[in-house]
């Protein structure tokens, strides 16, 4: 979150594109930031048989074009704010679990364990979190999913998969929570956990 003089701000960052990203980080250069919280997770939609370029750019784009763009964002934290900055990851179940889309849980698991890594470098400056919620009630990925995966979803969680709205919330109290009390743990399980 950007604080100048209570100004909106808004910057095109297009992850596939790595000028795109330099450009945005340069756009950040003048900016403090309390917050950072890490959304990105586009499921991959590719088969086991996919093609070689397809699963390349794929991983390319989101591992490590996202772990520059997360890079260069921890590298600037730890040179210009002066207060400890606290870092968010919306990791995935995908991660403990597996997925039905192996190249996305690839993915998710990679930036997973960067954010790891990271908080071993940048400890004194940022403060890491990996929330690793269950599959979202009305998430892109849970309606992108057939009748029968989402039924299946929710049996499997006892009736209880969070929705959209109620992940919101328990961002917005964990940010507002972490800013009075730090918490140690890097991984935090949010919401009904099942295999």
Do not use: C
């Not at 909106?8 to 919280?37: C, G, R, T, Y």
């Not at 794929?58 to 074009?65: A, K």
């Amino acid at each position: 979150m950007g604080q100048q003089n209570a100004r909106q701000l808004s910057f095109v960052l297009d992850l596939e594109n790595a000028i795109s990203i330099e450009s945005f980080m340069q756009e950040l250069l003048d900016i403090s930031f309390d917050v950072v919280i890490f959304l990105i997770g586009k499921t991959s939609k590719l088969s086991l048989t996919s093609s070689d370029v397809s699963i390349s750019n794929y991983l390319d784009t989101y591992i490590r074009n996202y772990a520059k763009l997360i890079f260069g964002i921890a590298e600037k934290v730890a040179t210009w704010n002066k207060d400890k900055v606290l870092f968010v990851n919306i990791s995935s179940r995908s991660v403990i679990y597996g997925s039905s889309d192996p190249f996305y849980a690839i993915v998710k698991s990679a930036i997973h364990s960067y954010i790891k890594s990271l908080s071993r470098l940048y400890s004194s400056n940022i403060e890491f979190h990996n929330l690793v919620p269950g599959l979202l009630k009305n998430s892109r990925m849970y309606l992108d999913m057939d009748l029968q995966l989402q039924s299946d979803h929710e049996k499997r969680s006892g009736g209880k998969l969070m929705s959209v709205d109620d992940f919101a919330l328990y961002l917005k109290q964990f940010i507002l929570i972490n800013h009075k009390m730090h918490v140690d743990e890097i991984d935090i399980r949010v919401g009904p956990q099942y295999k």
